[in-house]
């Protein structure tokens, strides 16, 4: 027997009491909100409104927790071992996640470049022609690989004819300045800090429009796990669009800090990308025939007949509007 308050009680009673007791405490535990969603991103403007919105506290921090990291690679590898749910990838690099046999959903389009993709070289390389037996640096991604690849095939130069220097984005700058490098396919903000240390463009994405394009993607088996956070995150995305709209120069100075460049350097970054509304958005991956489905086609075509994907991978249920649909309220 056992007394509690006053009262005797059985002791087998009274254990059933306290397991029933702990059963409700871990209940209410686990029926909690879910942890944060965690985005990985590398540095490129047509990611920076995620950090605009989390520096305008569209979301609290246990809902969106943003994972800044070094590279486009590192963020794949972070997504590859489910250190974050979701990422901030190209749409090529989508496909070889796919191909890995990693299921993923494209959920939102932040960006299609025109012109912040570039590769920039020496003064005295005066047209991409002049590239022949000299040393560029490429990201060792499908993207840089991709880009690298279809302005070769542009201008008539062969892979053979160049030396490649496998380089994250984050080595090109020094690796430019030491003179290791002569050229570099790169990305801003680097592309602006390579102008301002003596290069120039002889290649845009101008010169492949519509062929690269950003998006967000979640592990499938994450959408309804973190339904809410997403849809916080999305709705503060588009809201950070706002901002940057309706107050370009307050956002760029907050861009500008993360960027490491001068506030209109942070604006002028923007002029190589196109930033698609809720919109443009739903008219890419929300409806039954969707813009994107078209992309997607032509950039696997493109990648397995340039060996960059082994093999060929089905896409369908690959894009997810539910949450753009409902920042817009449809």
């Excluded at 991409?128 to 130069?157: I, P, Q």
């Amino acid at each position: 027997m056992v007394t509690v308050g006053g009262c005797v009680i059985n002791s087998r009673i009274f254990l059933k009491i306290l397991c029933l007791q702990a059963c409700l405490l871990l209940a209410a535990c686990g029926a909690g909100d879910p942890p944060a969603l965690r985005v990985g991103t590398n540095v490129w403007p047509g990611y920076e409104p995620l950090y605009l919105a989390q520096s305008q506290h569209y979301w609290k921090q246990d809902q969106v927790r943003l994972v800044p990291l070094p590279s486009a690679s590192e963020v794949l590898r972070a997504f590859r071992n489910k250190s974050i749910e979701a990422a901030a990838l190209t749409l090529d690099e989508a496909l070889l996640l796919l191909e890995a046999g990693v299921p993923v959903e494209v959920i939102l389009v932040t960006d299609v470049s025109h012109g912040g993709d570039v590769i920039v070289a020496r003064p005295e390389i005066a047209k991409f022609s002049d590239l022949r037996r000299k040393r560029v640096a490429v990201e060792s991604t499908a993207l840089g690989a991709y880009v690298l690849t279809r302005a070769l095939e542009k201008n008539g130069v062969a892979l053979e004819e160049i030396e490649v220097v496998p380089l994250e984005v984050n080595a090109h700058e020094k690796a430019y300045k030491d003179g290791v490098v002569d050229a570099a396919v790169t990305f801003e903000p680097v592309r602006t800090k390579l102008l301002r240390a003596g290069a120039h463009e002889i290649f845009t994405s101008r010169e492949m429009p519509g062929e690269i394009v950003d998006v967000l993607v979640v592990h499938k088996d994450m959408v309804q796990r973190q339904r809410q956070n997403i849809a916080v995150m999305i709705r503060g995305w588009f809201d950070a669009l706002n901002y940057l709209q309706e107050q370009p120069q307050e956002a760029a100075r907050a861009i500008a800090e993360r960027l490491k460049i001068s506030p209109s350097e942070a604006l002028a970054s923007f002029d190589g990308l196109k930033l698609p509304d809720r919109a443009a958005n739903l008219a890419m991956i929300g409806t039954d025939s969707p813009q994107l489905a078209e992309v997607t086609a032509k950039l696997q075509a493109t990648m397995l007949k340039q060996a960059l994907l082994p093999r060929s991978v089905p896409t369908a249920g690959l894009f997810n509007a539910e949450f753009v649909r409902q920042a817009s309220g449809q």
